[in-house]
């Protein structure tokens, strides 16, 4: 008789037999609005305490599969490229990988060399893979040695605002990455929603009945209705 670990249980309360890859797998699951975990590192910058270092600020929380590797290489530049852009933006970068400091160090130097760019931003060690596992960065059956690019935008409460996952031969787009800050901070000042393509200063969606008066007070300019179940303000 094989033992599930854990049983999940359907709507008439039947349990759901799990193939027999998935049974004992009890992972976090990492979902929006979770509550990040606290954890401590060593990192190219010394060794940080996550919620110390994090707590107050938007934090862009990502895995890359090794130092010296062609695609990682580019994202590091892109991000270092745009260092001006996150800091007017309060965003953060914490970088993890299985590479050891010593190495990413050396690796840092290659980028400076290549691109004129200093990796200003913390690269953390994760030995052994056991933050990168707890944080589901590793897909097995892309990779079972090294994480994949996964990143989690965790707001200044320390709860997962957004997360996304790429294969490691795809690199990420950090000005989406910053437009989807962008968007999430909106959200949390205003309560607005931002439509498909939004880029700062386009019309927003206000997605409740708040009254016009405060509509003008927020963006500037009164509402428009343009389906009773889509309310728009500000530029068009
Ligand atoms: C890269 O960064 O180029 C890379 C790393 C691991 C697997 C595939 C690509």
Not at 12 to 32: C, D, F, H, K, S
Not at 190 to 213: F, H, K, L
Request: charged share 25%.
């Amino acid at each position: 008789m094989s033992i599930q670990f854990f049983a999940p249980r359907g709507p008439g309360n039947e349990m759901i037999r799990l193939p027999a890859a998935l049974r004992r797998t009890v992972r976090w699951l990492p979902q929006i609005g979770d509550l990040f975990p606290d954890f401590r590192v060593e990192t190219t910058m010394g060794d940080l305490n996550f919620w110390d270092w994090a707590e107050g600020s938007w934090i862009h929380l990502f895995s890359h599969p090794a130092a010296n590797t062609p695609v990682c290489t580019t994202e590091m530049a892109s991000i270092v490229a745009l260092s001006d852009e996150w800091r007017a933006a309060d965003v953060r970068h914490l970088a993890l990988s299985g590479s050891p400091i010593d190495e990413q160090r050396a690796w840092h130097g290659d980028i400076a060399g290549l691109f004129g760019l200093e990796v200003d931003f913390p690269c953390a060690h994760d030995p052994g893979l056991h933050l990168s596992r707890l944080f589901g960065m590793m897909h097995e059956k892309s990779d079972s040695a090294r994480p994949i690019r996964k990143s989690f935008v965790v707001d200044p409460a320390m709860r997962v605002a957004m997360l996304f996952e790429y294969p490691s031969f795809l690199g990420r787009n950090f000005e989406e990455v910053l437009r989807v800050i962008r968007a999430l901070q909106l959200r949390a000042e205003t309560g607005a929603a931002t439509p498909a393509d939004w880029q700062g200063g386009d019309m927003v969606i206000i997605p409740d009945n708040r009254p016009e008066s405060e509509v003008i007070r927020q963006f500037g300019t009164g509402s428009e209705r343009l389906l009773p179940y889509l309310r728009v303000a500000g530029e068009s």
